[in-house]
């Protein structure tokens, strides 16, 4: 049976697969044996795919008590719209229009990454997976929702 990839509603793209492990809507992920899995890699190279957040509507500002994927819930990863929701991680201040990577758990931080100007080898594009739709800051051990303009 082949993957059903399809348009959904503004234009973001749907691709579903089974979770292999518990997933937040909003985290990032990667794809790995055909299944979904929070992106593992802080600051790794990334492709923008998101579970998909439009699901849960009940708790969509709180990290702690939004509904989970469980392991083998099918969940379709988005990308391709202009905007989707993820998580910022704690201790993060973001300004907008400010680049994001991977934090390795599925939330997102700043860009960390050479002066592009100054930059000598090689910079890789491909660990920024959107710009903030917005400034936001977490506290300590606070991880909040953040609109993301992918790139």
Not at 67 to 96: F, H
Not at 107 to 115: E, H, I, K, S
Request: hydrophobic share 40%; net charge negative.
């Amino acid at each position: 049976m082949g993957v059903i990839t399809k348009l959904g509603q503004f234009g973001v793209i749907e691709r579903p697969a089974a979770a292999a492990s518990a997933i937040k809507p909003g985290m990032l992920l990667q794809i790995t044996g055909g299944e979904y899995e929070k992106h593992g890699s802080a600051g790794g190279n990334a492709l923008p795919v998101f579970a998909d957040a439009r699901v849960d509507q009940s708790n969509l500002d709180d990290f702690a008590t939004i509904s989970t994927y469980a392991d083998g819930d099918s969940i379709s990863g988005v990308y391709g719209g202009l905007t989707v929701r993820g998580w910022l991680a704690a201790s993060q201040t973001i300004a907008d229009h400010q680049p994001l990577q991977s934090n390795g758990d599925g939330t997102l931080t700043a860009f960390v990454g050479q002066d592009l100007a100054a930059a000598s080898g090689t910079v890789s594009p491909d660990r920024i997976v959107g710009y903030a739709d917005g400034a936001i800051t977490t506290g300590v051990g606070e991880v909040k929702p953040i609109n993301v303009r992918l790139k």
